[in-house]
């Protein structure tokens, strides 16, 4: 179950006052509800009610931070640039880190399908592009439509896996995952979006002290 909900964030941020200038640098919040058709497993979902994820990005780096009950507390860093992808997560029962190239190989691809959809959704001031993607992760079926704008260069960690098949930032989108013929369906939409600085330093790829590396991963 924890490993289903990781898996879920990780493929999980002031108004802009004028939405048709392109965003470089800032912060965005998301609001994320997750159910399922498993009446046991969504019980447990409903019980932990709605999450929030913050994502600080600049240029081609993004942070994007969540906290859950269950899954304790789950930092996404992702370098454009240097292909680079830092986890950090801390449970309760230590911190440990993962750090890991998220440039798909060939083999990924062949298992990810990705349709460019005839609507478009406004969201937040900004008209986004509506995409589905079908894949598989870690041996399980992954559906997602998502709406992306190009007016916001923050890097997803949500679209690292379809090589560059979608265009711009994911301001809403809807993933299901099936797990053991149980469906769970995570929604995610942006609900925030500040212009402001964001720190060199919250986007490092170094980890910080007292995280020890994730073996076997």
Same mark, same amino acid.
């Given at each position: 179950m924890k490993k289903i909900l990781l898996l879920s964030l990780a493929l999980m941020l002031s108004v802009v006052a004028v939405a048709q200038d392109k965003l470089n640098e800032g912060v965005l919040i998301a609001k994320q509800t997750m159910s399922s058709d498993n009446?046991? +497993? &969504?019980a447990q979902l409903q019980a932990m009610g709605d999450s929030q994820a913050t994502t600080y990005f600049k240029d081609d780096k993004s942070r994007s931070e969540t906290s859950s009950p269950m899954t $304790?507390?789950?930092?996404?860093? *992702?370098? $454009? /640039?240097? =292909?680079? +992808?830092?986890m950090l997560l801390d449970q309760g029962m230590g911190k440990k880190y993962m750090l890991q190239s998220f440039e798909p190989s060939e083999v990924d691809l062949k298992d990810v399908s990705v349709e460019k959809g005839d609507e478009t959704k406004t969201v937040m001031g900004y008209e986004c592009q509506q995409y589905f993607v079908k894949m598989k992760q870690n041996g399980q079926d992954v559906e997602m439509q998502m709406f /992306? /704008? %190009?007016?916001? @260069?923050a890097f997803?960690? &949500?679209? /690292?896996? +379809? $090589? $560059? =098949?979608i265009n711009g930032y994911p301001l809403y989108f809807i993933m299901t995952i099936n797990q053991m013929g149980a469906n769970i369906v995570v929604t995610s939409e942006i609900t925030e979006i =500040?212009? %402001?600085? *964001? @720190?060199d330093d =919250?986007? @490092?790829l170094t980890p910080p002290e007292g995280y020890t590396k994730m073996e076997g991963m």
């Open positions: 009446e046991q +497993m &969504n $304790g507390d789950m930092t996404i860093i *992702v370098d $454009g /640039t240097e =292909k680079q +992808m830092l /992306t /704008t %190009e007016q916001i @260069s997803s960690h &949500n679209t /690292t896996a +379809m $090589g $560059g =098949k =500040k212009e %402001e600085s *964001v @720190s =919250k986007l @490092s």
